[in-house]
C-alpha cells in the first residue's frame, strides 16, 4: 500500500492564513465548544481543505472522508468568520491515532527528520494517521483515502508519497 503525507496545497495564492497561539494550542484538547476565528475574507480569499495553522485544521468534507476510513479521530469545531462580509465557514481540529513508524533508514539531520521511510508493518490497518514524534502538523493517508478525496472533488491539497522501508520510490 502506499502512503502520502498530506500537506497544505503550496501553490494556493490569496488563501486564508491564519495562526493558532501556543495557550490556544496548549488547551485546544482540554475543552469541547466550537473555536473562533476572525478573518478577513474578502472576494478573492480561497478555503483550503487542509490548513497548516499550527494544528490540523480541515474542511468538514475532508473530514467526512477520513472518519469514513478511520475510526478513533478527534475533533472539535473551529468556525472561521468574517464580520463584515457576515461570512463564516466550519473547520475542524483533528488529533489522529499517533504511530511509532519510522523506519530504520529514515535520514535525520541535526535531529530532524529530512526524509521519511516508514515501516508499514507497524501501520497496521490504519489508513488516516500521525507519524509518532515528528512535530509539526501533518497527516499520513494510504492510497485509498487520497482517491476518496480526489473522487469527492478535494483536491487543493498536497500530497507526497513516502518511501517505504525495502523499496525505493521511482
Known amino acids: 500500500m502506499d502512503y502520502f503525507l498530506i ?3 503550496k501553490k494556493a495564492q490569496n488563501y486564508v492564513d491564519f495562526s493558532i497561539d ?3 494550542k496548549k488547551k485546544i484538547w482540554t475543552e469541547e465548544e466550537p473555536l473562533f476565528f476572525s478573518c478577513e475574507n474578502g472576494a478573492e480569499k480561497v478555503y483550503l481543505p487542509f490548513l497548516d495553522c499550527g494544528v490540523c485544521a480541515v ?3 475532508m473530514k467526512k ?3 469514513t476510513y478511520q475510526k478513533g479521530i478527534i475533533s472539535r ?6 464580520a463584515e462580509s457576515k461570512w463564516s465557514e466550519v473547520f475542524y481540529c483533528i488529533k489522529l491515532k499517533e504511530i511509532d513508524c519510522l523506519g530504520n533508514s529514515t535520514i535525520y539531520r541535526k535531529n530532524e527528520v529530512q526524509k521519511i521511510y516508514l515501516d508499514t508493518t507497524k501501520i497496521g490497518y490504519n489508513k488516516v494517521f500521525h507519524i509518532k ?3 509539526y502538523g501533518h497527516i499520513v493517508a494510504d492510497l485509498e483515502v487520497v482517491e476518496a478525496l480526489l ?5 487543493a491539497f498536497d ?4 518511501a517505504q522501508e525495502g523499496c525505493e520510490i521511482t
Open 159 to 162: 500530497a507526497v508519497k513516502l
Open 151 to 155: 473522487r469527492k472533488n478535494i483536491t
Open 133 to 135: 514524534n515528528i512535530p
Open 59 to 61: 474542511s468538514k468534507e
Open 22 to 24: 501556543f495557550f490556544t
Open 7 to 9: 500537506e497544505q496545497y
Open 65 to 67: 472522508v477520513f472518519d
Open 77 to 82: 469545531p473551529m468556525i472561521l468568520t468574517d
